[in-house]
């Protein structure tokens, strides 16, 4: 049974609300076993784009869970991680788009969650921040490493070193964010955007995710084949050929089926 986390379909897309309101939607084992074993059973013939929200107006995930890391020896700590980064990871790879609805605090682990995702917006009431510095530890769950890549290194590495928390306004300066609302706003924005990946073609969208996070880690003739490679392989589907032939009959295409 799911406690901490609620899943709801419209339509193509999928909406994870972390439900922790007690704890500020802070992360702990159990939520993150949860968050995994939903992730590993998306259906991907019914979504087609996944929205990752907090419960509350207060915070989308205000960071992992403090009380539980407290007495962590260095091998739990080390294993933490792995979990963590393990699922995060797998956020970052999904074959489909990952919208973060950033409500509130997003703090440490919070704050990760969101940089695994594929796009960010957020509320005027959006926090952000890597605050482990303070408490004698680092980002373990990706924020060394996906900060920079966001915002560059010179400001990540101020924002790192620092702690120092970021409002939306700023995040939004940055690039952390692509966007900005009123809290009452943000999911129905999302929904919106969500809306709009998924009259495309899911084919085409998950190539695109895929080659992206390729050549970021290529050379550029590797970045060249890479997509490619990814580019060709569009051209073997019928959604494909139907929107093609339908725009050169000047008529509406049939609905993308992912085939």
Known sequence: MMVNIKIEQKDYIAIITIDRQQALNALNRELLNQLKELLNNINYETTRCLILTGAGEKAFVAGADIAYMKTLSKKQ?????????????????????????????????????????????????????????????????????????????????????TGDRVKAPRALEIGLVNAVYTLPELLEKAIEMGEKICKNSPIGVSAIKSVMYEVQKADIYGKMYAEAEY?????????????MTAMLEKRPAKPFTGK
């Open 77 to 161: 700590a080390e294993e933490f991680s792995i979990i963590g980064n393990s699922i995060f990871n797998k956020i970052e790879h999904l074959p489909i788009p990952v919208i973060a609805a950033v409500n509130g605090f997003a703090l440490g682990g919070g704050c990760e969650l969101a940089l695994a995702c594929d796009i960010r917006i957020a509320s005027d009431n959006a926090v952000f921040s890597q605050p482990e510095v303070s408490l004698g530890i680092i980002p373990g769950f990706g924020g060394t490493f996906r900060l920079s890549r966001l915002v560059g290194e010179g400001i990540a590495k101020e924002l790192l070193f």
């Open 231 to 243: 580019f060709g392989n569009c051209f073997e589907t019928e959604d494909q050929k139907e929107a």
